[in-house]
């Protein structure tokens, strides 16, 4: 365990480099009245994966290579609830042969991330699971978010 490590701190829209908006819904919301911690990994994981499909490198239905998640976090900075207005900022902190480490920044009307984190996908041939090269299609995708 790292105890030198630095708080996590928000940060600004300019961190990131593609948007995608995301619809709250009433279903979000805890019995504490905000957006669950829960909800904020599916975030993640759908703007990516629709950025993706977007651009043409990921077809998750015929596509012989998918990106499997082995590692994510997130850290909470300021409550989001129903209805609210949110946009989900991708980076890519890091590009492997095989594995791409995605940081997303959650933001509500303000400048700086109500939330931040990560998540890494390994992406792996759909029927062996075993890891492979990245597609050239997807690599070049994400040389863009780098």
Known sequence: MNTTS????????????????????????DVYGHVNNVVYYSWFDSAVNAYLIEQGALDIHQGSTIGLVVETQCNYFAPLAFPQAVDAGIRVAKLGSSSVRYEIGIFGEGEFTAAKGHFIHVYVDQITRKPVALPPTLKTVLETLV
Do not use: L
């Not at 928000?10 to 009433?26: L, Q």
């Open 6 to 29: 630095a708080k996590p701190v928000a940060e600004s829209r300019g961190a990131y480099k593609v948007f995608r908006p995301i619809t709250t819904r009433w279903s979000d919301n």
